[in-house]
């Protein structure tokens, strides 16, 4: 039987098993939307393209499902780039449908025209311009293939108004033929045992663990890694939720502002196990003197990491978690007694700290570390990008797998909130939390009305400092204290706003109310905002500046 | 130091892009890209010359392999192989000079594939060494335009890239 374009991507989407996506709809896939209106496919409206791909990016991470975003030609495909640039920066498996201008306007500047796979080229890992409606099916195939195997990624897949329109014949193909895409998932035997003398050698190893852990699903293959050779584990903020944070192995994230004792031991490391991450300047400062007394063994599923920023001595391309396997089989229990202690020593030296008077401002790792206590870090946390993303990374230990989500590679303001709505959308049963900074609230904060149609109950904790302070504290340290464009005094009433589009809003001043606002948020079924008025001023340590070595840190505040 | 690549590619819309555009997005110099078709159907061949050292060449292959549309990446720089390049000069000539440079034209079995009132049009075809020493000898003359195809390249001998 013959049925539309429109309605082969129904089909499609229907044989990836998809029930959730997120979109906005628009003139050009008045089609798509008018097919979706006869599937049992859950659409959830956003309020801004942005929001839709954010959301669905926090649906992938919760879930590890390929996250499916819907949106028009022109500006609806534009406003996704931000989007899409995260999940390609974080390796996150999605799937954006955009449509397109028919064919023949095609490089006519028609309305709502825009180019988006010339756009997106540098952002996804392949995008599609459907030209033929008889390739459809295939190409539908290959977009969720693409994004859900090897290195995982968003891919585009771009279909004019006419192809959309046009019929044809529909089949989907079972399985997929791509010459040019054949990732390694088995490492190379004898890398592995190379690998596993390197492990069993060292006397003081460091296991590094990215986003690539999560990515693989292998998180009990690393915990029991850890555990049978007594190896502590750093993680990168990708990482940060694919290893226990409160297991006594667990060093909690290296890098820029990773924990001293991280940092420390990766720098006086003899063996570094960089496991799915990739070296990215914020975890090794200077690179060429990133761990510089150790062997690195290095696994990533992506050859091009292999080598990028790090010379490695025993590169390893595979999938992480099969590796692992591997390596199990091979390896025994090790005495890494002496080293564990030095790096005790280290955390007692400069452990992570703060302080709060219950009789003056909120500190702001105060708000995070309540929210810990009171959800014994099994909460889902997405995170916006700033300071308190580097305070939740701190004080948050998160103890279970695709528990957090926060834009590590591209850094976007705005990502948390829709993401947190995306990993409730994914997770209903679960408990999920979106860690604020003003600023970025405010970068989505449409959003809300999306929170409050589906009632999803996200709780955002709006860490409030009235100013940007992530770039308000380089400022200080970089620009020699001439702040500009940093006070953030002029924002809504946050509790008022979230009140305005129906949800929970609530605001605290005093220390004492803190944790008694978590538990109202918490015992309210629809989503709520906590407006936390924390001090301004406070900056994250401990601090590697830019292109040091990492274990030359800036403790805190010269006083 | 440069090296030269052969790139199969899939002969499909946009693949030049995504090729050029991760060169330029990478800061990886091109110095040359020729591209056409080979005797496979749906297969292009690219050869691509690049100025950068053993470390970045590596990069260079493995983020090309990164693209779906590569089928695959050889580099011929140490194999023995054969490298060619094709370039028309267009020279300011008239009668005064004219025998001369058909003196320079013959020495480098090059061939004048068109002659006007005042200029001729020269085509050589020559690895690098040559196409330079040519151009050199006619930069006494007034070179009024040059078109080159960049390089392309194959091995000698039955080995082939598939």
């Not at chain 1, 906590?530 to 805190?556: A, C, E, L």
């Not at chain 2, 020559?126 to 196409?131: R, S, V």
Request: neutral net charge.
């Amino acid at each position: 039987m013959k049925i539309s374009g429109a309605q082969m991507v129904m089909e499609a989407l229907k044989h990836e098993n998809v029930d959730t996506i997120f979109g906005y709809p628009g003139g050009n896939v008045l089609n798509l939307y008018d097919m979706l209106y006869d599937t049992d496919i859950r659409h959830i409206l956003s309020r801004h393209e942005q929001g839709a791909a954010h959301a669905a990016d926090g649906y992938a991470r919760a879930t590890g499902k390929p996250g499916v975003v819907l949106a028009t030609s022109g500006p609806g495909a534009t406003n996704l780039v931000t989007g899409i640039a995260a999940a390609y920066m974080d390796s996150v498996p999605m799937v954006f449908i955009t449509g397109q201008v028919a064919i023949p306007l095609i490089g006519t500047d028609a309305f709502q025209e825009v180019d988006i796979t010339g756009i997106t080229l540098p952002i996804t890992k392949h995008n599609f311009l459907v030209k033929d409606v008889r390739e459809l099916p295939t190409i539908i195939k290959q977009a969720f293939y693409l994004a859900t195997t090897g290195r995982c990624g968003p891919v585009l897949i771009d279909i004019p108004k006419d192809v959309q329109q046009a019929v044809a014949e529909f089949r989907y193909p079972e399985n997929v033929s791509i010459p040019g895409y054949n990732p390694t998932y088995n490492g190379h035997p004898g890398q592995i045992s190379r690998g596993a003398r390197a492990i069993a050698r060292a006397k003081k190893p460091v296991i590094y663990a990215g986003g690539g852990v999560t990515n693989s699903g292998a998180y009990e293959e690393l915990l029991q890694l850890a555990e049978q050779c007594g190896i502590p584990v750093t993680t990168t903020l990708m990482g940060l939720s694919a290893f226990p944070g409160n297991h006594p192995l667990a060093l909690g994230m290296l890098g820029m502002h990773g924990t001293y004792w991280a940092n420390m031991a990766v720098s006086n490391a003899d063996m570094i196990l960089a496991v799915g991450a990739r070296f990215d300047e914020r975890v090794t400062g200077d690179a060429k003197r990133f761990a510089s007394k150790a062997k690195i063994v290095h696994i990533d599923i992506d050859p091009a990491e292999i080598g990028k920023n790090v010379q490695v001595d025993v590169p390893i391309v595979g999938d992480v978690k099969l590796v692992l396997t591997e390596l199990l089989k091979k390896l025994g229990p090790s005495d890494t007694g002496p080293w564990l202690e030095k790096i005790a020593k280290w955390k007692e030296e400069t452990p992570l700290s703060y302080s709060q008077d219950m009789n003056g401002e909120i500190s702001p790792q105060f708000v995070i570390e309540k929210i810990y206590e009171k959800t014994q870090g099994k909460a889902l946390i997405a995170t916006e990008v700033g300071q308190h993303q580097m305070w939740t990374a701190q004080y948050y230990k998160f103890t279970r797998p695709r528990s957090l989500a926060s834009s590590g590679g591209l850094g976007a303001m705005g990502y948390g909130f829709p993401a947190s709505l995306g990993m409730q959308v994914g997770r209903p049963d679960e408990l999920v939390f979106c860690i604020a900074g003003d600023g970025s609230f405010l970068m989505n904060s449409q959003e809300l009305a999306m929170a409050v149609e589906y009632n999803i109950p996200v709780k955002v904790a709006i860490i409030n400092n009235q100013c940007l302070g992530m770039v308000r504290q380089l400022q200080q340290f970089y620009c020699k204290g001439r702040y500009i464009s940093v006070d953030l005094q002029q924002v809504p009433d946050f509790a008022k706003m979230a009140e305005a589009y129906g949800a929970l809003g609530l605001r605290v001043e005093k220390p004492a109310d803190v944790v008694p606002a978590i538990e109202e948020a918490l015992a309210f079924s629809g989503p709520a905002v906590i407006d936390f008025r924390v001090m301004s001023n406070t900056n994250v340590f401990p601090m590697v500046p830019p292109n040091s070595q990492i274990n030359k840190m800036i403790k805190g505040e010269q006083k | 130091m440069r090296y030269v690549l052969a790139v199969l590619v899939e002969d499909k819309p946009g693949v030049l892009v995504r090729v050029a555009g991760l060169f330029s997005r990478r800061g990886y110099n091109i110095e040359s890209l020729a591209v056409g078709k080979t005797v496979e159907p749906m297969v292009s061949r690219m050869t691509i010359e690049v100025e950068a050292d053993e470390k970045i060449l590596e990069q260079i292959i493995k983020q090309l392999y990164k693209l779906i549309n590569v089928l695959k990446v050889s580099n011929l720089t140490q194999e023995p192989s054969v490298d060619r390049e094709l370039v028309l000069i267009k020279v300011s000539a008239d009668v005064g000079n004219r025998a001369e440079i058909q003196q320079i034209v013959e020495t480098f079995r090059a061939k004048i594939v068109d002659v006007a009132l005042n200029s001729i049009i020269i085509e050589v075809t020559g690895n690098q060494e040559k196409i330079e020493a040519i151009t050199m000898l006619l930069s006494q003359y007034t070179i009024l335009e040059v078109v080159r195809t960049g390089k392309i390249a194959i091995l000698r001998g039955s080995k082939t890239i598939k």
